[in-house]
């Protein structure tokens, strides 16, 4: 039962270009969602988050894009910078969200 | 500076033998939440407390037990009934409404 799914094991792009990763999922009882970015040996780090009612928030150079009906969230990272390499996850949670579910994870490396 | 302390960084332990891993957090938050990193998955949830003296089982709550005595500590017991106990360990906790979690920077556990 796999509600949440990151397809992109892995991204590389170049420092200045905009690097996007993508979540598909579908529970659609979900009405939060976020995203966390984690560096290795750490614990993740909160970086955005989106209610449902919305479909785009921003954040500097973050952006995170909310399509409900495709059931699809994705984070833009416009430029994109070599200490934005790192492990993403999106997380999803519903009623207060108690408990989150998390994808994968996207490991973006970002160089120069 | 307010945050989770999650000790030891690194655990090694025999089969057979149960396990305690440390969670304290300064940041006065209610809810408290233990999960676990496999390679190549999302976080899934053990348990969470939400307030003092009270717990959920999460997804993968068997072979594990937490006990929740005080509000600043929420500590995981791994227990021999876990089958596949190595894993990075991540202890988290959160504020009050949509307030995002906070992490710690995890427990490395291994067992031989």
């Known amino acids: 039962d796999q509600q949440v799914k990151q397809n992109s094991p892995s991204l590389s792009v170049q420092e200045g270009r905009i690097s996007i990763l993508n979540c598909d999922y579908t529970?659609?009882?979900?009405?939060?969602f976020l995203w966390y970015k984690k560096y290795p040996a750490e614990g993740p780090t909160f970086l955005i988050s989106i209610s449902s009612i919305k479909d785009k928030n921003e954040d500097g150079r973050f952006t995170v894009f909310l399509n409900k009906s495709a059931k699809h969230l994705s984070l833009h990272i416009v430029p994109s910078q070599p200490g934005d390499s790192a492990v993403y996850f999106c997380a999803f949670g519903s009623g207060g969200y108690n408990k989150l579910i998390f994808g994968a994870g996207t490991r973006l490396a970002v160089h120069p | 500076d307010g945050g989770i302390t999650q000790s030891p960084k690194y655990l090694f332990r025999k089969e057979g033998q149960n396990v305690t891993l440390s969670c304290e957090q300064n940041l006065n938050h209610d809810a408290m939440y233990w999960y676990r990193q496999d390679p190549g998955q999302g976080l899934r949830l053990i348990y969470y407390?939400?307030?003092?003296?009270?717990?959920q089982k999460g997804d993968i709550a068997e072979g594990y037990s937490v006990s929740r005595e005080k509000k600043e500590s929420f500590p995981l017991t791994v227990t021999s009934a876990q089958k596949n106990p190595t894993a990075f360990y991540l202890c988290?906790?959160?504020?009050?409404?949509?307030?995002?979690?906070?992490f710690g920077n995890g427990t490395r556990l291994t067992v031989t």
């Open positions: 529970n659609s009882m979900f009405d939060y």
């Open positions: 988290a906790s959160r504020g009050d409404g949509n307030s995002p979690l906070h």
């Open positions: 407390s939400q307030i003092v003296n009270d717990f």
